[in-house]
């Protein structure tokens, strides 16, 4: 069977994930939509930072346009990896991200930040 609607893979492309070394700490930027299905693919990312035990690790979801429970849980479950060994914060701001995460008391769980430089400067102060 064929699929000629054009979205034979429509959740194929939907989050991309880059990894970058900022000021000692390692930022995670994540684009797109994190749901059920591309959730695994972030879980997978945070994972590969973890194994290598950086003291910092920010994760940045400015780009994200949409944030589901299932990349809630991904979020809580890298924070409860990464235990003392490495310092968690979420860059998250606006509707899309920052609301839900404040709405679930996640930002209870994990430092969230506006922006990137905020993480930063926090990450600095510790």
């Known amino acids: 069977m064929t699929n000629t609607s054009g979205d034979a893979y429509p959740l194929a492309d939907t989050m991309t994930t880059t990894v970058a070394a900022h000021d000692g ?3 995670l930027t994540v684009a797109g939509e994190v749901d059920l299905a591309t959730a695994p693919a972030l879980e997978n990312a945070i994972d590969a930072i973890l194994s290598g035990k950086p003291a910092a690790l920010i994760i940045d979801l400015t780009s994200v346009s949409f944030l589901a429970s299932a990349g809630m849980a991904t979020l809580v479950a890298a924070h409860q990896r990464a ?3 490495t310092a968690i914060a979420v860059v998250a701001e606006g509707p899309a991200t920052s609301r839900q995460l404040k709405m679930t008391s996640l930002d209870q769980v994990f430092a969230l930040h506006s922006t990137l ?6 990450l600095r102060q510790r």
């Open 25 to 27: 700490a390692t930022v």
């Open 83 to 85: 235990g003392s060994t």
């Open 117 to 122: 430089d905020a993480a930063l400067a926090a």
